[in-house]
């Protein structure tokens, strides 16, 4: 099973990134997939989800509007938009997965994280 993000980097606040979490080694279209985020001395928090079952959708408050979560199932992947960066969305970024339809419960795999930058 694994995880594989992709896509953080160094950004300028107001610009934007594309996180990529890449699937494999499970099924799927089985599986919801959230984000996550840890900043340096802060706890981890979740950032988003998309469901596997309806594709219902969570974002935590402080990123609605910002950023956007979309899967491809062909592609076996979950991307993060997100734009108007901000320097507190400065952190380490993971994506997970639950077993499950629903965004609810807990997360059975994780990746390794991509660090997210954003200068002010």
């Known amino acids: 099973v694994q995880l594989v993000e992709s896509g953080g980097g160094l950004v300028q606040a107001g610009g934007s990134l594309r996180l990529s979490c890449a699937a494999s080694g499970f099924t799927f279209d089985d599986y919801s997939i959230g984000w996550f985020r840890q900043a340096p001395g802060k706890e981890r928090e979740g950032v988003s989800c998309i469901g596997s079952g309806d594709g219902s959708i969570y974002y935590t408050n402080s990123v609605k509007g910002r950023f956007t979560i979309s899967s491809d199932n062909a592609k076996n992947a979950v991307y993060l938009q997100m734009n108007n960066l901000k320097p507190e969305d400065t952190a380490v970024y993971y994506c997970?997965?639950?077993?499950?339809?629903?965004?609810?419960?807990?997360?059975?795999?994780w990746g390794q994280g991509t660090q997210v930058t954003v200068s002010s």
């Open positions: 997970a997965a639950l077993a499950g339809r629903y965004c609810t419960g807990g997360y059975d795999y």
